[in-house]
C-alpha cells in the first residue's frame, strides 16, 4: 500500500522527511544539504540559537562532533604531559594502560577497544584525524541527530579495534581512525540514498585516497581502516532502508538499535579473537 502525504492525505508519496520520516508530497518538501525535509522540521532546523553573549551558538547543530574533538585534543595533551607523545614512545602509562593490544584484551581489559579511540601517535595523526571528523561530523551529525550519530561513531569505532585485531592483534593500535573512516562510509551511502550525488562523489573520492595512503604507507592499520569503513558501510545502509521503509516514527528507534547491533557485534568479535 502507498503511504501518503501527512499533510495532504489524498496525495500518494515515496518521499520521507529526512528528519521525522513522516511522508510528504512535493508542495512539502524542503530540499536542504541533508535531504528533504517537512515545513516543520525545517522551522526547527533554522532556528538561530544564541549563547549569553549574544554570539550565534557555531557548535549548536553538531555538539556531539564538538565533544568529540575536545576529547581527544584534551587526551592527546594529557599524553604529551605524561611524556608520551603516543606510539612513537609506548613506555609512557596512558599508551600502555589505554591502547589497543590485544594479549591484554584478551586478558579482560576490554575497555581498551573504546579508549585507544581516543589516543593520537603524533599531531600530524591527531590533526588529520579531528579535520576529518569536523569535516564529516558537519555534514552528518545535523542530518542524522546526535544520537544516531553518537551511535555510528562508536559501532565504527568498535569495529575498527575489530578490524585492527583481526590482521594483528599483537600490535598496539591509537587513533580514531576506524570510527573517521566509519562515519565517511556512512556519509558515501546516505548521500546517494538521499540523491545527493555531487556530495557523495567528493567523499567518495576521499574514501580512495585514504584507502590508498592505508596500504602504502608505513605503521598504519589496515584492519582498523577496513573494520570502521565496513560498519559505517552496513549503519548508512540500515538508515537509508529506514527513509524508504514504512516504520514512520518507529524509524529512528530501529535504526538505532540495528546500528548499535553492529557496534555489539564488532565488540564481541574484537572479544574472540584478541
Known amino acids: ?11 500518494e508519496t515515496g518521499v520521507s522527511c529526512s528528519s521525522c520520516g513522516r511522508p510528504i508530497c512535493p508542495d512539502c518538501m524542503t530540499p536542504t544539504p541533508v535531504g528533504m525535509r517537512c515545513p516543520e522540521c525545517t522551522r526547527q532546523r533554522t532556528k538561530v ?82 579535520l576529518l571528523l569536523f569535516f564529516l561530523g558537519r555534514l552528518l551529525e545535523p542530518a542524522l541527530g546526535t544520537a544516531r550519530f553518537v551511535a555510528l561513531y562508536f559501532a565504527c569505532l568498535l569495529a575498527g579495534s575489530f578490524g585492527a585485531l583481526v590482521l594483528d592483534p599483537n600490535a598496539l593500535t591509537l587513533g580514531a581512525s576506524g570510527a573517521i573512516f566509519g562515519l565517511a562510509g556512512a556519509t558515501f551511502v546516505i548521500a546517494r540514498g538521499r540523491g545527493m550525488d555531487a556530495v557523495a562523489g567528493e567523499i567518495g573520492f576521499l574514501i580512495i585516497f585514504n584507502l590508498v595512503f592505508s596500504f602504502t604507507a608505513s605503521n598504519i592499520s589496515v584492519g582498523g581502516h577496513l573494520g570502521g569503513l565496513v560498519a559505517g558501510v552496513i549503519s548508512g545502509l540500515a538508515i537509508v532502508a529506514g527513509e524508504r521503509g514504512r516504520l514512520g516514527r518507529k524509524r529512528l528507534p530501529a535504526e538505532l538499535l540495528l546500528i548499535a547491533a553492529v557496534g555489539a557485534i564488532a565488540f564481541v568479535g574484537a572479544l574472540a579473537v584478541a
Open 1 to 11: 500500500m502507498a503511504q501518503t502525504c501527512y499533510r495532504h492525505p489524498d496525495r
Open 49 to 130: 540559537i544564541r549563547n549569553p553573549t549574544g554570539t550565534p551558538g557555531q557548535f549548536s547543530a553538531f555538539p556531539a562532533t564538538a565533544a568529540l574533538i575536545a576529547i581527544n585534543v584534551i587526551v592527546y595533551l594529557v599524553e604529551i604531559a605524561g611524556g608520551s607523545g603516543g606510539i612513537n614512545n609506548p613506555s609512557g602509562k596512558i599508551v600502555v594502560n589505554l591502547g589497543l593490544f590485544g594479549p591484554f584484551v584478551a586478558e579482560g581489559e576490554w575497555y581498551r577497544l573504546v579508549t585507544s579511540g581516543f589516543l593520537h601517535a603524533s599531531l600530524l595523526h591527531i590533526g588529520f584525524n579531528m
